[in-house]
């Protein structure tokens, strides 16, 4: 017996979804690649620039001592480490987003919203062990065993937000 013509047509939109969630998932591993190969200097510099970007709009504004006390703290040392390490976070959290939406790909974890975070978080564990290896060849960069929770910890919490969104709405349907 032939397959519905619509249900076919479903079907395979739903699994070209997943390959594209693949090659975004693929890209975007690349783009990390890229951000990570970039030596010490380079890195600083983008963080120096988004922290300037950040005085300058505080310009914008009267000179306030909470203003004047926000500008000093967004030229502080702890606010340049809270830039890297969001950065980080937000990172591998897209990671995180984009391999939970490649797992959909799989049918028999399709449905288990947990093991399909957990396989997406686990993924970006390994893959955010390896950029940190990939940094010690790096000039300026180290390895970092904190970047790597950190990492993890943006992996989980992006995943962990569709998993709920997506567990939430088939309870509700």
């Not at 739903?14 to 975004?24: E, P, R, V």
Request: net charge positive; glycine share 6%; charged share 20%.
């Amino acid at each position: 017996m032939p397959i519905p013509e619509d249900i076919e047509k479903t079907y395979t939109l739903k699994k070209q979804k997943h390959w594209i969630y693949i090659a975004l998932t693929i890209l975007w591993m690349a783009s990390i690649f890229i951000n990570s190969a970039m030596t010490g200097r380079v890195s600083s510099g983008l963080s120096e620039a988004i922290i300037k970007s950040l005085v300058n709009f505080s310009a914008w504004f009267n000179d306030s001592s909470i203003i004047i006390r926000l500008r000093e703290f967004i030229q502080s040392d702890l606010f340049h480490i809270l830039i890297r390490k969001s950065a980080h976070f937000i990172e591998f959290g897209i990671l995180g987003l984009l391999a939970f939406g490649s797992t959909g790909i799989f049918k028999k974890i399709k449905e288990s919203y947990i093991v399909r975070m957990a396989a997406a978080s686990g993924f970006s564990l390994i893959y955010a062990a390896t950029d940190e290896i990939h940094q010690l060849f790096v000039p300026g960069r180290v390895c970092s065993v904190v970047d790597v929770i950190i990492d993890f910890s943006g992996a989980v919490v992006f995943s962990g937000i569709v998993a709920f969104i997506m567990w939430n709405k088939k309870k509700g349907n």
